[in-house]
């Protein structure tokens, strides 16, 4: 039914017509917003491609590392969902606005299932205002120096909320180059207790608009000391020091996860899904 050979990703023309859809939802589309934003169209620096069905001004969809569906009508992901199966699976995972990632599983599963884990309610969240609680002033940025403390941590985060260990298959040489790389961004804040991390968290994405806070983790036999809440806090001051409005997503089961991020003051601003698939 779909021409998919001759298929290409987008190119330098269509960048304004991409710019234009990304900032347009700006918390929800954080994640691509920032690769185009510093990297722009060309697929091989962008880590990706971006794909549209007919016109990118109505029809988006990053795949890389993540499947990303940003933006079209349901023939759209039908397109979508079509081009992924076409070819070699690249991504680990779907993620994004729910009533599009899931309507694309529906058509990918048969092809790509069982998923490992599909999480179809997970509260995409904004801060737009101050803080409602006190920061931690002891959340600091993580330097090079710190790295060795700090991926242990990590570590147990990444297992905790993916289910897969990140040091699988080479020995953690490219997830410690990924932290490495966040830490000398200047993205990466934790709490010590002499050499030992107690909350940690990231902005993994950046866009001139939004930061997304993502792995935020306290450790397990200090948890219900208040580190989450205000180092979450400290975090989200961070980002909104720099312009940017701080956003996160978060599981719905997660309710303890949950109180915090309202106590702060977050608000639901929409509905992410993710699939998780081997």
């Given at each position: 039914?779909?021409?998919?050979?001759?298929?290409?990703p987008?190119?330098a023309?269509?960048?304004?017509a991409?710019?234009?859809?990304?900032?347009?939802?700006?918390?929800?589309?954080?994640?691509?917003?920032?690769?185009?934003?510093?990297?722009?169209?060309?697929?091989?620096?962008?880590?990706?491609?971006l794909?549209t069905?007919?016109?990118?001004?109505?029809?988006?969809?990053?795949?890389?590392?993540?499947?990303?569906?940003?933006?079209?009508?349901?023939?759209d992901?039908?397109?979508?969902?079509?081009?992924?199966?076409?070819?070699p699976?690249?991504?680990?995972?779907?993620?994004?606005?729910?009533?599009?990632?899931?309507?694309?599983?529906?058509?990918?599963?048969?092809?790509?299932?069982?998923?490992?884990?599909?999480?179809?309610?997970?509260?995409?969240?904004?801060l737009?205002?101050?803080?409602?609680?006190?920061?931690?002033?002891?959340v600091?940025?993580?330097?090079?120096?710190?790295?060795?403390?700090?991926?242990?941590?990590?570590?147990?985060?990444?297992?905790?909320?993916?289910?897969?260990?990140?040091?699988?298959?080479?020995?953690?040489?490219?997830?410690?180059?990924?932290?490495?790389?966040?830490?000398?961004?200047?993205?990466?804040?934790?709490?010590?207790?002499?050499?030992?991390?107690?909350?940690k968290?990231?902005?993994?994405?950046?866009s001139?608009?939004?930061?997304?806070?993502?792995?935020?983790?306290?450790?397990?036999?200090?948890?219900?000391?208040?580190?989450?809440?205000?180092?979450?806090?400290?975090?989200?001051?961070?980002?909104a020091?720099?312009?940017?409005?701080?956003?996160l997503?978060?599981?719905s089961?997660?309710?303890?996860?949950?109180?915090?991020?309202?106590?702060?003051?977050?608000?639901?601003v929409g509905t992410?899904?993710?699939?998780?698939?081997?």
């Amino acid at each position: 039914m779909l021409k998919l050979l001759g298929d290409k990703p987008l190119g330098a023309r269509d960048a304004a017509a991409v710019d234009r859809v990304l900032t347009s939802d700006p918390v929800a589309m954080c994640m691509v917003a920032a690769r185009f934003e510093t990297h722009g169209i060309n697929p091989r620096l962008l880590g990706g491609e971006l794909w549209t069905a007919h016109n990118p001004a109505s029809s988006l969809c990053f795949s890389g590392a993540n499947l990303i569906p940003l933006t079209g009508s349901p023939e759209d992901l039908d397109y979508f969902s079509d081009r992924a199966i076409a070819g070699p699976r690249a991504c680990s995972s779907i993620v994004g606005r729910a009533e599009l990632v899931l309507q694309m599983w529906e058509q990918i599963e048969p092809v790509w299932g069982p998923a490992r884990e599909v999480r179809p309610i997970q509260p995409l969240l904004a801060l737009t205002s101050c803080s409602a609680v006190p920061i931690d002033p002891l959340v600091r940025l993580v330097t090079l120096d710190d790295l060795d403390a700090y991926m242990p941590a990590a570590i147990d985060m990444f297992i905790g909320e993916v289910g897969v260990d990140p040091t699988a298959g080479d020995g953690g040489r490219s997830y410690r180059r990924r932290l490495a790389s966040l830490i000398t961004a200047q993205r990466v804040f934790a709490r010590f207790d002499g050499p030992d991390v107690v909350f940690k968290a990231e902005i993994g994405s950046l866009s001139r608009r939004v930061g997304q806070i993502q792995g935020v983790w306290v450790a397990p036999d200090r948890r219900g000391e208040g580190f989450g809440l205000g180092g979450t806090a400290a975090v989200a001051e961070a980002v909104a020091a720099h312009g940017r409005i701080p956003s996160l997503y978060v599981n719905s089961f997660n309710v303890t996860a949950r109180a915090v991020y309202d106590r702060i003051g977050f608000t639901e601003v929409g509905t992410f899904a993710t699939v998780l698939v081997d």
